[in-house]
């Protein structure tokens, strides 16, 4: 199953929350896309305020990505979650295949 890309976002950014607190602005950059063997997977950018990524750890982010893999396992996700993060003030340059 294939969750909408606005849940999948919805759900990255309240595990993001999870881990670093309900305080971190922060957003969800999704897109469909595929693995280099051309099965189904989901990027999802998480993205800091530039001014408050040092406040992230190398664990937190670890973290993160755990729990969102996590959660889209359990609400059936079929395709692999391809998780990385960036800062908010980028959002622009994410580019859409």
């Known amino acids: ?13 309240a595990a993001t929350r999870e ?13 469909p896309t595929q693995t280099s063997g051309g099965e189904g997977a989901i990027r999802i950018v998480v993205l800091f305020p530039g001014s408050r990524i040092a406040e992230v750890s190398g664990e ?3 973290a993160i990505g755990g729990s969102i893999w996590r ?3 359990r609400l059936g996700e079929s395709r692999l979650p391809l998780i990385s ?7 622009a340059e994410l580019k859409v295949a």
Do not use: H, N, T, Y
């Not at 993060?85 to 959002?91: G, L, N, P, V």
């Open 71 to 73: 959660e889209l396992s």
């Open 60 to 62: 937190q982010l670890l």
């Open 1 to 13: 199953m294939e969750l909408p890309l606005g849940e999948a976002g919805r759900l990255a950014k």
């Open 85 to 91: 993060f960036a800062r908010i003030e980028d959002k």
């Open 19 to 31: 881990v670093v607190g309900a305080d971190m602005p922060l957003d969800a950059w999704v897109q």
